[in-house]
Each structure stands twice: as structure tokens, then as C-alpha cells.
């Protein structure tokens, strides 16, 4: 980095397919982590951090791909401060042209009670682990876990430390969501003025927003002198979620002339990959939700559409096609052919290869047979549904409910599993009952209901319904989003497309939840 690159420029460090996908639910699979990293390197994130390589097989090995093919970014592992940790993530990232090991430690009173270790103890973990970290890759970022709750003068001794250890990005970690902006930034200004060494390293601020203060915090932390901004699409994460990328990326950018900051991220890419992450963690974005909520660009009031049609700029303070949201007013409907869909779908932000154009096609056709217009939010929840994938092991194939005012309802259903066809009809206390008690009895399962949610797509008696499933078995929580014209049918879809993820996210590390249906 030159001296105006130092001053100006702030490194966004991506951490959904990391800190993201830890959120209790928000399951991938490999090929969707694959699609994910692809368009954050292309959008110009400058750290991927792809995966945490010691956790399971499947970590390493979306981890190591995903270094193998990422064009820009530096792809970085995670690791805790343990040798064979290190030694994994170096294996996994190892593969990428700029290649980053992550190695964290929580340094807190009550993170160091737990591996038991005291102050001067650790600092020697510390010390070794980096150390280690840095004798195989030339680029170490280090955390103090819990640093805005570490004391300020052994969090100013262990910074030195990694610093001395050879760590070149020093990530100070909110991992509580507990600091709010001033202290934030005064913690980061104190750590630059204070600790030896801190002006050849990059200091990133990592915020989790259990108090609604993530971005705030990043942000404060960027003019106190932080120069990466770690963060998720759609703010994913563990509990209330992380910084959320499309808000300091556009916040940097609206307000440049009292942030004068740079990112290198193309912000008219984010509405396509918030759509993705979306459709693909099961985790929907909440309508108002800033920059990409589905109400953020929507005028609805009469003040406002007045206006709004005067001068855009009255209620606006950027453009709905900064961030890659194109207004069309093009209903498709079931003549519409191949290249028009492509087209739209362009539009909305979704760009196709001819083969995932096929099938996609397929599925539009269906949706247009039974509806006659298809809308925007149509398309949209139709690109969402994580649940059409061919190489799913379990498949809504035929599904008809009886239902009325006499209980109780019935549910005819057959599933295909791995390639079989299984038919059962069972009853319940409403048609969702029933088709649920059928799915339970063609695939056994101790998997627990945590989230059952239906919301309309657009508006009218034909409107297809975007239904959210999450599933939770022994500690393992699973989610998939399914929509269609029958809400029954996307019930349906949406808890198979669950067991389905529920069976990726448990790995081979326990017994499947599919095996009893197998058997
Ligand atoms: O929140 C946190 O502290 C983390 C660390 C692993 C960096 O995610
Ligand atoms: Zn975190």
C-alpha cells in the first residue's frame, strides 16, 4: 500500500461465508460457498475469509477451493491459537495466489478462564502460535477475541506481542456487540498511538451488533485509523449478525465528503449477492432493512411519490441502480422465451450460465403455467428457492391434502430418496400437519421444528407463498426457503429442502438424519 492508499483506502475483509455461516441455520453447501466467494472476488472484496479449515472436512475443503480459483481477493482461513489448527488452515488457504491464516485467542478475563491460562500464559500462546502462523504464510492477521472487553493494558501488551511475532493485520474484535462508536474508536486511536510497532501493521475492526451499533462502530473505529472493515452480506451472523457490508460500503460512499474513505468494492453488485446469500443461508432480509431490504428504495406514501416524482432526489440519498437495482416494468408471463428471462433476470441482478438458464426456464414455465403474470418478487423468490436442486437426496415428487371444516385434514405424499419413489397418506390438525407427520414418517427423523414462516410474494389470490423452514436436531439447525403458487406444496419443500441441508450440515461427523429412511 502506498501513503495515500494508507490514508484513504479501507480494505473490506468479507467474513460471511466464515462468521456468517457459524449462524445457528445458515447452512451452505460446498457449490453455494464456491458461487458466494466467486462474487465477492469479483465485486472487488479485497479478504475472502472462506471457512474455518479445522472445523469439519467440509470447511477444509470449501476453504482449499475456493483459495484454488479466487482471481483477486486473499483468501484467508480461520484458526484458533493451536498449532494443528494452524497447520490446517495453512493446507486449506495454502492453494490461493495471496493466501491469509487468521489465528484468534479470546483474551478477555472470562475467554482467559476458559483454557484456564493466565496473563503471562497466554501472552506465550500468543507469541508461539503467531510465530508459527508467520514461518508459513507471509500474511498473519491476529485477533484478541473479546478485545473491547480485555483490559486496555494486556490487550496494548498482546497487540505488541502478535506485532513482534510477525502478525501484519491486527483485527480487534467487538465480538459481543457490547462497544458503542466513541469507545470504539478511541480503543483503536489508543492501540495505534500507544503500541509499538502498530504503524507497519493494518488495523481492522470486526463489530457484531447485538445493540444495533455494528456499522457505527466500524465506521468510528475506520476514522479513528482502522484500515479493514470486517464484515457479512445482509449483516449474517451469530445472533444479531455482523457489520453488515452493503451499509459501510455505502455509507462510505454517500457520506465521502465526511468520510473521505475508499473502498475497492463495485457497489452496484450488491443486490445480487445480498438475493444469493439470502436464498442460499435460508436467512430472508427484512423488508426495511437498510440497502437492501425490500421496502429501502420503496415510496409508498403520497408526500413522498409526489415528490419523488418531482425530483428522485427529494427522499433519495442514492439511487436504487447504485447498488444494483434496476426498476423494470416488464411483466413476464408463460410466452415470454428463453432470452427474454435471461434478460430480466440480468436486470434483477442474477447472471446465468446456459445450463443453470435451462433449468431455471423449466421452473418459470411452471410458475407462469399456473399464474398468468410473473412479477419482479416472482422471479426474485423463485432464484431463492433453495430447494430445486437436482442433487438434493430427498424430493417432494406428488403431494395432494384433503381439507375442510371436518378434522382431521390428509395429506397423500410421495418422496423420492436417493432416486426412489415412497408413498405414505397420513392426517394431521390442518393440511401442514399432515403433510409434515407424511415427511416424518417416509424419513424418520428427531429433527425439531424451530421456524415455521409463510409470507405472500406479491399481492392477489394467485400470489405464490415463500415459506422459511428451520429445522434443529441435537445441536445441528438446518433452514431452507421454498416458494410456490399452494402454500402447501412450499411447506412441503421447504422442510425436505431442510433435512436435506440438515444432512450437509452434519457432515460425516454423526449419524445421518436420512439413514433411517434409507435403511
Ligand atoms: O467475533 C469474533 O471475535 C470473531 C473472531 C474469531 C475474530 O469472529
Ligand atoms: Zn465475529
Known sequence: MTQTDRQDR?????????????????TMTLAEKLEIAEMLDTMGVDII???????????????????????????????RAKMGDIDRCWEAVKHAARPRIHTFIGTSPLHRAIP??????????????????????????????????????????????????GA???????TVGYTAPRESAALIQMLIEQVPGAEDVIFATHCHNDLGMATANSLAAVEAGARQIECTINGLGERAGNTALEEVVMALKVRNDIMPY????????IMQISRRVAAVSGFAVQYNKAIVGK?????????????????????????????????????????SGRAALRAKLQDLGFELGDNQLKDVF?????????????????????????????GNAVQVKFLRVICGTEAPQSADLTLTIDGQDRQVTMQGDGPIDAVFNAIRELVPHKATLALYQVHAVTEGTDAQATVSVRLEDDGYIASAQASDTDTVVASAKAYVGALNRLEVRRGKSAPNVLDAARA
Open 10 to 26: 479501507v480494505l473490506i475483509f468479507d467474513t460471511t461465508l466464515r462468521d456468517g455461516e457459524q449462524s445457528p441455520g445458515a
Open 295 to 335: 421496502n429501502a428504495f420503496a415510496h409508498e406514501s403520497g408526500i413522498h411519490q409526489d415528490g419523488m416524482l418531482k425530483n428522485a432526489e427529494t427522499f433519495e440519498i442514492m439511487r436504487p441502480e447504485d447498488v444494483g437495482l434496476s426498476e423494470t416494468n416488464l411483466v413476464m408471463g408463460k410466452h
Open 362 to 390: 423449466v421452473r418459470f414455465k411452471a410458475l407462469a403455467d399456473r399464474k398468468k403474470e410473473v412479477f419482479d418478487d416472482d422471479l426474485i423468490a423463485m432464484m431463492a428457492d433453495s430447494t430445486s436442486s437436482a
Open 262 to 269: 475508499r473502498t475497492g468494492v463495485d457497489a452496484t453488485k
Open 168 to 174: 501484519t493485520t491486527i483485527n480487534i474484535p467487538d
Open 49 to 79: 475469509e472462506a471457512g474455518f479449515p479445522i472445523a469439519s472436512e467440509g470447511d477444509f475443503q470449501a476453504v482449499s477451493q475456493i483459495a484454488g480459483r479466487a482471481k483477486s481477493s486473499v483468501i484467508c482461513g480461520l484458526a
Open 116 to 165: 484456564n491460562l493466565d496473563q503471562d500464559q497466554m501472552a506465550e500462546v500468543i507469541h508461539d502460535t503467531v510465530t508459527h502462523a508467520r514461518n508459513l504464510c507471509d500474511n498473519v492477521q491476529w485477533s484478541p477475541m473479546d478485545a473491547t472487553r480485555t483490559e486496555e493494558d494486556y490487550l496494548r501488551r498482546v497487540v505488541e506481542i502478535a506485532i513482534k511475532a
